[in-house]
């Protein structure tokens, strides 16, 4: 005889209600205790009972540390959110320098409201926020990729200069009378000085 499928709703019965949320609190903590192990990651699971006590745990980091990367995360997406907010309100970048450039040109350019110029001022910062976001972005991206090349090139140049060292040791076993200024022997040759 299986498990019967439970009815997902409120447990009216309150010492039926504070067993299940022991157990299933329980029960959570040891997945995500489970997972940690399982996939050597952090996690951090924190529980509020219905009475206002607070329950936590976690495994992998300490959870000070598991809070700490959260709240960074979280301000990093923040800050996105709200410039892609700024973005939807305000005009592209070309239009908004084609308006400026118009408002500024024109023989009224003295009657221009304060307003109207802190306006411009505020979507020209925004912009340029929003420029030099993606730029970062391009750059970190750029960089990264870099990075991985340079590790594939350095696997790459330490796997030739063993391929060299064995058939330079080839050669000499083969050749008696080589000159030892032609080999190597068993030094592997020196690496190219870039990829250092």
Do not use: W
């Not at 959110?81 to 320098?97: C, G």
């Not at 929003?130 to 790459?156: D, F, G, H, P």
């Not at 008696?176 to 068993?186: A, F, L, R, V």
């Amino acid at each position: 005889m299986g498990r019967r499928k439970i009815e997902i709703k409120r447990i009216e019965n309150k010492s039926s209600r504070q067993v299940t949320f022991s157990k299933r609190r329980n029960g959570l903590i040891d997945k995500a205790r489970q997972l940690s192990i399982l996939c050597e990651s952090s996690v951090a699971v924190v529980v509020v009972s219905a009475s206002g006590k607070l329950y936590n745990s976690s495994s992998g980091d300490d959870m000070s540390k598991i809070i700490e990367r959260y709240d960074i995360q979280h301000a990093d997406e923040l800050k996105a959110l709200d410039l892609a907010e700024k973005t939807r309100n305000y005009l592209p970048h070309k239009e908004l320098l084609e308006i400026v450039q118009s408002q500024l040109e024109e023989p009224n350019a003295d009657n221009i409201s304060v307003d109207f110029l802190i306006s411009l001022e505020e979507q020209l910062e925004t912009a340029l926020s929003i420029s030099r976001a993606r730029k970062t972005e391009l750059m970190i991206a750029s960089v990264k990729s870099l990075q991985e090349k340079e590790k594939l090139l350095r696997e790459e140049n330490h796997v030739l200069a063993s391929q060299m060292g064995k058939n330079t040791f080839m050669k000499t076993d083969d050749d008696p009378g080589m000159s030892s200024e032609n080999s190597y022997g068993n030094q592997t040759p020196e690496t190219l000085p870039l990829l250092k």
